[in-house]
T-cell receptor, first 113, second 117 residues
Framework: QKEVEQDPGPLSVPEGAIVSLNCTYSNSAFQYFMWYRQYSRKGPELLMYTYSSGNKEDGRFTAQVDKSSKYISLFIRDSQPSDSATYLCAMSAGVNTGNQFYFGTGTSLTVIP | GAVVSQHPSWVICKSGTSVKIECRSL??????MFWYRQFPKQSLMLMATSNEGSKATYEQGVEKDKFLINHASLTLSTLTVTSAHPEDSSFYIC?????????????FGQGTRLTVV
């Protein structure tokens, strides 16, 4: 079983739609959860960084962490064509366990104008 | 956010030659840098963890003699692909974590697309 599971998609939505991206994980030691956006042929760009459970909002983006279910989500409101990219979730157990990041496979999102 | 610069962004080389990729943290110091490899439509695969002033820690299955990593300063790490072969063609990405803070997020370079012909 992979440490992190993420549906690769592809996911296509009309402009203005609410997008929900999700990852599940198996390691209960994970405490730090990240979402990255990666455009084609570019390096990943950090979108959201969350510690432990709860919600975090930044503009049109909301990250949710449910540690009891080992499930994290990224919501994109009022999606725009410029949001078309691959979204990677990543998580870490922290510096005491080597601080290694574990990535999902990424979900490819296309927002259609 | 913090800026990580990776150079070159793309390179084509002949089989058997060596290629060096640089990763620089421009506005912060990074004790640790990470090197990843990414195949099309796949996630990032950690190759090695590079600590300033010490030998890199390689993941299982990654040949340390083929992928030479040097972390000479708190702002620079290099990955050298030695005696490159077509199967080494891939997208290589570095990331760096700022020294400030205990458990901080990592910032990525823009990646280097290596094509070996």
């Amino acid at each position: 079983q992979k440490e992190v599971e993420q549906d690769p998609g592809p996911l296509s939505v009309p402009e203005g739609a609410i997008v929900s991206l999700n990852c599940t994980y198996s390691n209960s030691a994970f405490q730090y959860f990240m979402w990255y956006r990666q455009y084609s042929r570019k390096g990943p760009e950090l979108l959201m960084y969350t510690y432990s459970s709860g919600n975090k909002e930044d503009g049109r983006f909301t990250a949710q962490v449910d540690k009891s279910s080992k499930y994290i989500s990224l919501f994109i409101r009022d999606s725009q064509p410029s949001d078309s990219a691959t979204y990677l979730c990543a998580m870490s157990a922290g510096v005491n366990t080597g601080n290694q990041f574990y990535f999902g496979t990424g979900t490819s999102l296309t927002v259609i104008p | 956010g913090a800026v990580v610069s990776q150079h070159p962004s793309w390179v084509i080389c002949k089989s058997g030659t060596s290629v060096k990729i640089e990763c620089r943290s421009l506005d912060f110091q990074a004790t640790t840098m990470f090197w990843y490899r990414q195949f099309p439509k796949q996630s990032l695969m950690l190759m090695a963890t590079s600590n300033e002033g010490s030998k890199a820690t390689y993941e299982q299955g990654v040949e340390k003699d083929k992928f030479l990593i040097n972390h000479a300063s708190l702002t620079l790490s290099t990955l050298t692909v030695t005696s490159a072969h077509p199967e080494d063609s891939s997208f290589y990405i570095c990331s760096a974590r700022p020294m400030a803070g205990v458990n901080t997020e990592a910032f990525f370079g823009q990646g280097t697309r290596l094509t070996v012909v």
